[in-house]
Nanobody, 123 residues
Framework: QVQLVESGGGLVQAGGSLRLTCAAS????????LAWFRRAPGKEREFVAF????????VFTDSVKGRFTVSRDNSRNTATLQMSSLKPEDTAVYYC????????????????WGQGTQVTVSE
């Protein structure tokens, strides 16, 4: 059983940056691929970014390419979503998800989820 806890959300002005962290416990971290999803007000949860278990492969949704990066530190059991040039449309609850040796952009592709952290980008 893997437990995931997101942190780092907050309020930021458009054009600013935030760094989200996903801390994992309860499993062998370097076996798990991680993904970030978000749910904006009134919308369904959507895929944002993916990083595989080695950190050697990353995937991003088109709307964040060039603005967001994802990384992981397997020695610390953490993953990071670095968000830059934030836009009001990035406002959402951001979730970290994990799946052993997984890959995918769908909610169903991931077994373990964190509770989410709120990101609010003001005009």
């Amino acid at each position: 059983q893997v437990q995931l806890v997101e942190s780092g959300g907050g309020l930021v002005q458009a054009g600013g940056s935030l760094r989200l962290t996903c801390a994992a416990s309860g499993g062998t971290f370097d076996r798990y691929s991680l993904a970030w999803f978000r749910r904006a007000p009134g919308k369904e949860r959507e895929f944002v970014a993916f990083i595989n278990w080695t950190g050697g492969r990353t995937v991003f949704t088109d709307s964040v390419k060039g603005r967001f990066t994802v990384s992981r530190d397997n020695s610390r059991n953490t993953a990071t979503l670095q968000m830059s040039s934030l836009k009001p449309e990035d406002t959402a609850v951001y979730y970290c998800a994990a799946e052993q040796y997984g890959y995918g952009k769908e909610i169903e592709d991931y077994e373990y989820w964190g509770q989410g952290t709120q990101v609010t980008v003001s005009e």
